[in-house]
């Protein structure tokens, strides 16, 4: 059984920087695909960031040029490093993932991923 652990969430002000961790325990392929998803207040689900198979990686529009999403294969740790925060950036962000992918795109809207976090708290003051 997988298990995803996220850590890394925080308070910070506008225009600073978190670093989110998503370890994964259990059986899972080294080059599983990885997705970080965000849920603000009152709002849907929303992908951020995926990885693919490959190392391929794709960004929501909101997150492009300041978010980066990387992958330790061998320790099987997602990271998103988010730079020049927003407060509109503030909300619980989980990750997911899935064994193999060739393209991390399509699960930006949530389907097609086995595996998920509980996620951790951003939060991020004007």
């Known amino acids: 059984q997988v298990q995803l652990v996220e850590s890394g969430g925080g308070s910070v002000q506008a225009g600073g920087s978190l670093r989110l961790s998503c370890s994964a325990s259990g059986y899972l392929l080294n080059n599983y695909c990885g997705v970080w998803f965000r849920q603000a207040p009152g709002k849907g689900r929303e992908g951020v960031a995926g990885?693919?198979?490959?190392?391929?990686?794709t960004y929501a529009d909101s997150a492009k040029g300041r978010f980066t999403i990387s992958k330790d294969n061998a320790k099987k740790t997602l990271f998103l490093q988010m730079d020049s925060l927003k407060p509109e950036d503030t909300g619980m962000y989980s990750c997911?993932?899935?064994?193999?992918?060739?393209?991390?795109?399509?699960?930006?809207?949530?389907?097609?991923?086995?595996?998920w976090g509980q996620g951790t708290q951003v939060t991020v003051s004007a």
């Open positions: 997911a993932a899935v064994m193999w992918c060739a393209d991390a795109q399509p699960l930006l809207g949530g389907h097609g991923l086995d595996y």
């Open positions: 990885v693919d198979s490959y190392g391929g990686t």
